[in-house]
């Protein structure tokens, strides 16, 4: 799951995108999370890259953060999911908290389980159902920080339902 992350972000580290006026509010995820019950099938538009079995399609769904990412699938496996990764700059840290407060609103425990982990430069938080025998991850949200340059990215991953399914590997 994270080598996939890894190798969108490298394949595509050209070409994070800046923030441009959001609202502090994460409307947005509400409709993507809708849309991953159908793989993002009716927010998928064209291809705009191809390497290793893994191709991105640009998202048609609009963004409080213009261009809002892609849909990311995996050709082996089938599974798509929607990523976009941003510069981390105060309007991001925002939209950050915000996301992190619909996440408490929306997926209450006992339903749901939020898994976080923090250090000195990572930060993640991942949702996951909590029913053991049918363990399903929705969304995770990752804030890296190079440690020499001490830029940060946030980037955001919402699975489809051909990619929640948790598996042991």
Request: hydrophobic share 40%; proline share 4%; net charge negative.
């Amino acid at each position: 799951m994270k080598k996939a992350i890894y190798l969108f972000l490298l394949i595509f580290s050209t070409t994070v995108v800046s923030a441009q006026q959001p609202s502090s509010e994460p409307n947005d995820i509400g409709e993507i999370l809708e849309q991953a019950n159908a793989d993002f099938k009716d927010i998928t538009g064209a291809q705009q890259a191809e390497e290793n079995g893994f191709i991105l399609y640009t998202c048609t769904h609009p963004s409080v953060f213009g261009q809002f990412g892609g849909i990311f699938k995996d050709t082996s496996s089938g599974k798509t999911s929607f990523v976009m990764a941003l510069e981390y700059v105060s309007a991001v840290e925002e939209f950050k908290n915000a996301l992190y407060d619909y996440i408490i609103e929306k997926f209450p425990e006992p339903e749901y389980y939020i898994m976080s982990d923090v250090d000195e430069f990572y930060e993640e938080l991942a949702v996951f159902s909590a029913d053991p025998s049918d363990r399903k991850q929705y969304l995770m949200y990752i804030v890296d920080i190079d440690p020499t340059t001490l830029s940060e990215v946030f980037s955001l991953t919402i699975y489809g339902a051909s990619a929640q399914k948790v598996t042991e590997e």
